[in-house]
């Protein structure tokens, strides 16, 4: 059981919109910031956006972060065939002094 | 070229120990922190351990605390992972992380696979 909650799967046509949920509490999201991660199955994953909302150099602007309060959510515009991955969500939680992953979502285009 | 290298996997008895390392290239290693992440076969990224700039400060996931034990050496740009007392369920890909802005992960190695297994 992980301590932030993800949906195990989301799927979307080529175009459409899909929008990935993280449920945390207080202790992590409500006080950190949330960082997502994409994983191609046999790689190593790949920082998508951090600080809730920006993302590193090289990251299409079809991936972005929001957050409130206790939840978090990233979303990709314009879903392509590579966009199909495995995605995670990530924040430093102050009450268990670690870092808590969701479960991850599998992402299908279909 | 920025890059993390591990190394040190391999497959080890139920009880018993192992040691991994990361070697770090092509950016101050004294500037950030470093974690180790791992991911049993299947399923999904588990965090495992940080050690601070400095090495003075370590924090653990609850499944290894008390047997595996996470150091650093400045020296030789290298972050370990000492392992110890292993359970079939270690098994999985390890791998090191560099700290990035907002805690985030920005660089990963290419992961180091352990199977602990009779």
């Known amino acids: 059981q992980s301590v932030l909650t993800q949906p195990p799967s989301v799927s979307g046509t080529p175009g459409q919109r899909v929008i990935i949920s993280c449920s945390g509490s207080?202790?992590?999201?409500?006080?950190?910031?949330v960082n997502w991660y994409q994983q191609v199955p046999g790689r190593a994953p790949k920082l998508l956006v951090y600080?809730?909302?920006q993302r590193p150099s090289g990251v299409p602007d079809r991936f972005s972060g929001s957050n409130s309060a206790t939840s978090a959510s990233l979303a990709i515009s314009g879903l392509q065939s590579e966009d199909e991955a495995d995605y995670y969500c990530?924040?430093?939680?102050?009450?268990?002094?670690?870092?808590?992953f969701g479960g991850g979502t599998k992402v299908t285009v279909l | 070229q920025l890059q993390l290298v591990e190394s040190g996997g391999g497959v080890v008895q139920p009880g018993k120990s192992l040691r991994l390392s990361c070697t770090a290239f092509?950016?101050?290693?004294?500037?950030?922190?470093m974690h180790w992440v791992r991911q049993a076969p299947g399923k999904g990224l588990e965090w495992v351990a940080l050690?601070?700039?400095?090495?003075?400060?370590?924090y653990y996931g609850d499944s290894v605390k008390g047997r595996f034990t996470v150091t650093r050496d400045n020296s030789k740009s290298t972050v370990n992972l000492q392992m110890n007392s292993l359970r079939p369920e270690d098994t999985a890909v390890y791998y090191c992380?560099?700290?990035?802005?907002?805690?985030?992960?920005?660089?990963w190695g290419q992961g180091t696979l352990v199977t602990v297994s009779s």
């Open positions: 992380a560099r700290e990035w802005e907002a805690g985030s992960f920005h660089y």
């Open positions: 092509g950016f101050i290693f004294t500037n950030s922190a």
């Open positions: 050690v601070s700039l400095d090495g003075t400060k370590q």
């Open positions: 207080y202790s992590n999201i409500g006080t950190n910031t």
């Open positions: 600080g809730y909302h």
């Open positions: 990530a924040a430093w939680d102050g009450s268990l002094n670690a870092v808590v």
